[in-house]
């Protein structure tokens, strides 16, 4: 109950291409959903996130969807650029408390 | 310094020395975390302390000791460590929903453990 299960595990995208990386979840009390990236050498970093009480949020070439009924959540990369490559991670919380759960995350290339 | 620190970036041992992980996070925040990353596997938390009190210990060896001396500065004790503990380390600070917060996960650039 406490998973994220997130796919694909890597991802090769044409620059100028849409990158989509979906996650899926179980349980009913996470009502944050957080996007990472993690480029070589770094932690990973906040990119974007919702909570359940929308079913989209758009930052610039970045839009997380969510369905709450499905129990799942994707991140689409417009326009995707080379220096979009790296490594994505969906994670889930309940922000009353202290865990959030990450998925396995998706390595992302993005060919010039 | 700002956002989460830490060091060593990278740290070799053999399975009986004994070393520390050290982070420091120059956010203000209350909370801080151990994670480990392994190859194709999800981040796995290790340790949450809240305010300096170790409040989430998600059945890590004993061989892995945390020790929180205030809010800004977060150790992690290894001794006599297995081959397969080999990973990246890394911290992160959060504030917390009840201290105003979204709880959101700062992470620090890691230390990158091998143990021979």
């Known amino acids: 109950q406490q998973q994220v299960k997130q796919s694909p595990q890597s991802l090769i995208v044409q620059k100028g291409g849409i990158s989509i990386i979906n996650c899926a979840y179980e349980n009913t009390a996470f009502d944050y959903f957080p996007w990472y990236q993690q480029f070589p050498g770094k932690g990973p970093a906040l990119l974007i996130a919702?909570?359940?009480?929308?079913s989209e949020k758009k930052e610039g070439r970045f839009t997380i969807s969510f369905n709450k009924s499905a129990k799942q959540f994707s991140l689409h990369i417009m326009d995707s650029q080379p220096g979009d490559s790296a490594t994505y991670f969906c994670?889930?919380?309940?922000?009353?408390?202290?865990?959030?759960?990450f998925g396995a995350g998706t390595r992302l290339f993005v060919k010039a | 310094e700002t956002g989460v620190t830490q060091t060593p970036r990278h740290l070799v041992m053999g399975m009986t020395n004994k070393k520390s992980l050290k982070c420091e996070q120059h956010?203000?925040?209350?909370?801080m975390y151990w994670y480990k990353q392994s190859a194709k596997k999800p981040l796995e938390l290790m340790f949450v302390y809240s305010l300096e009190e170790r409040v989430e210990n998600n059945s890590v060896p004993s061989r892995f000791s945390p020790e929180c001396p205030n809010s800004s500065h977060l150790f992690l004790h290894l001794h006599t460590l297995q081959p397969e503990d080999s990973a990246l380390y890394l911290c992160?600070?959060?504030?917390?929903?009840?201290?105003?917060?979204?709880?959101?996960?700062?992470f620090g650039p890691g230390t990158r453990l091998t143990v021979l």
């Open positions: 956010l203000g925040h209350n909370a």
């Open positions: 994670a889930a919380s309940n922000t009353g408390g202290f865990k959030t759960i």
């Open positions: 992160a600070s959060s504030q917390t929903r009840w201290r105003g917060g979204d709880n959101e996960q700062f």
């Open positions: 919702i909570r359940p009480d929308v």
